[in-house]
């Protein structure tokens, strides 16, 4: 897990090193959504069937949701005090997802926690295949109201040594146990939060976390959910006979969050067999594939609007 405290040499280094422009982890997602040909030995942990379908022979493991869910489930954590009342709701919303499809799981949260998990039934989650060489991709959208609270949380990994990322919070910020990726402030548009492990598991670099993927895990494989989150407004109505929980009217959306997307996936070898040949437009900043910015004098691959090109 990464520290919090500083000596007085390293705080005069990153005085020094304040102009150091940090890795670029979210992008808005690009037309048609992630492409599938850029990446091998994909890990599911959540995606629609056909990006499943997408990712074809690459895929390493998968570990999607079964659809009778008796593998693995996604659920709403509930109530302490009410069995049939949720904290987290399973919000209706007609947004397609990133890629023009209708599946995604929708949530707003009725109080002020509350969380999302992706948990383990008849057998554990196994990833014992991911190596350092990976990247965490996570599709999520802000569906909530322009005035809400809108830092997301996502905790990745096996039980206590979790991954524990925050949406808008600037790279390596804390904010408690969880440490921040950087922004994506517009509501209704999806971004794409792509991570490489060996950043997230760098003790010498912004995150620093220890996380073990070489034992099967317990029942959580991965949580989603708010930071400080505006809870939505909503009346309460009788049992659902088909659920056993209450139903649950919304009135009023606070904090809102849609995910399309939970995977791991290793990127080509080169990255140059997916680049298009094209030219981008030309008011959006452009970026080397180590994610700094560079200008018109530079040559070589670069990634702009969230897609590749040879410059």
């Given at each position: 897990?990464?520290?919090?405290?500083?000596?007085?040499?390293?705080?005069?280094?990153?005085l020094m090193?304040?102009?150091t422009?940090?890795?670029?982890?979210i992008?808005?997602?690009?037309?048609?959504?992630?492409?599938?040909?850029?990446?091998?030995?994909?890990?599911?942990?959540?995606a629609?069937?056909?990006?499943?379908s997408?990712?074809?022979?690459?895929?390493?493991?998968?570990?999607?949701?079964?659809p009778?869910?008796?593998?693995?489930?996604?659920?709403?954590?509930?109530?302490?005090?009410?069995?049939?009342l949720?904290?987290?709701?399973?919000?209706?919303?007609?947004?397609?997802?990133?890629?023009?499809?209708?599946?995604?799981?929708n949530?707003?949260?009725?109080?002020?926690?509350?969380?999302?998990?992706?948990g383990?039934?008849?057998?554990?989650?196994?990833?014992?295949?991911i190596?350092?060489?990976?990247?965490?991709?996570?599709?999520?959208?802000?569906?909530?109201?322009?005035?809400?609270?809108?830092?997301?949380?996502?905790?990745?990994?096996?039980?206590?040594?979790e991954?524990?990322?925050?949406?808008?919070?600037?790279?390596?910020?804390?904010?408690?146990?969880?440490?921040?990726?950087?922004n994506?402030?517009?509501?209704?548009?999806?971004?794409?939060?792509?991570?490489?492990?060996s950043?997230?598991?760098?003790?010498?670099?912004?995150?620093?976390f220890?996380?073990?993927?070489s034992?099967?895990?317990?029942?959580i494989?991965?949580?989603?959910g708010?930071?400080?989150?505006?809870p939505?407004?909503?009346?309460?109505?009788?049992?659902d006979?088909?659920?056993?929980?209450?139903?649950?009217t919304?009135?009023?959306?606070?904090?809102a969050?849609?995910?399309?997307?939970?995977?791991?996936?290793?990127?080509?070898?080169?990255?140059?067999?997916t680049?298009?040949?094209?030219?981008p437009a030309?008011?959006?900043?452009?970026?080397?594939?180590?994610?700094?910015?560079?200008?018109?004098?530079?040559?070589?691959?670069?990634?702009?609007?969230?897609?590749?090109?040879?410059?």
């Open positions: 897990m990464k520290k919090n405290y500083l000596s007085t040499f390293a705080l005069g280094a990153m090193a304040s102009a422009v940090h890795a670029q982890y992008t808005e997602a690009p037309a048609g959504g992630f492409d599938f040909s850029q990446g091998k030995d994909y890990v599911v942990i959540y629609p069937d056909a990006q499943v997408a990712m074809g022979s690459n895929i390493l493991s998968n570990q999607n949701l079964d009778a869910m008796v593998n693995n489930q996604f659920y709403y954590w509930t109530a302490d005090w009410d069995a049939t949720f904290t987290l709701y399973d919000i209706e919303d007609t947004q397609a997802n990133s890629f023009g499809g209708s599946d995604k799981l949530m707003t949260p009725l109080y002020g926690w509350g969380s999302g998990h992706f383990a039934k008849a057998q554990p989650y196994d990833l014992s295949c190596t350092n060489d990976h990247v965490l991709h996570i599709g999520f959208m802000n569906i909530g109201a322009e005035t809400a609270s809108n830092n997301f949380k996502f905790v990745f990994g096996p039980n206590n040594t991954i524990q990322l925050v949406v808008n919070k600037a790279v390596g910020q804390m904010a408690g146990n969880l440490v921040g990726v950087g994506a402030p517009a509501v209704n548009k999806w971004y794409y939060l792509d991570i490489p492990i950043d997230l598991l760098d003790e010498n670099g912004e995150f620093g220890e996380c073990d993927f034992k099967p895990t317990g029942e494989i991965f949580t989603v708010f930071d400080d989150a505006t939505s407004k909503f009346t309460v109505g009788a049992v006979p088909d659920t056993g929980m209450k139903t649950i919304i009135d009023e959306k606070g904090s969050l849609a995910i399309d997307g939970v995977f791991l996936y290793k990127k080509n070898a080169t990255g140059i067999s680049a298009t040949i094209s030219e030309a008011d959006a900043a452009v970026y080397s594939l180590s994610g700094q910015k560079v200008g018109a004098g530079y040559h070589g691959v670069v990634i702009k609007n969230g897609r590749k090109y040879i410059q």
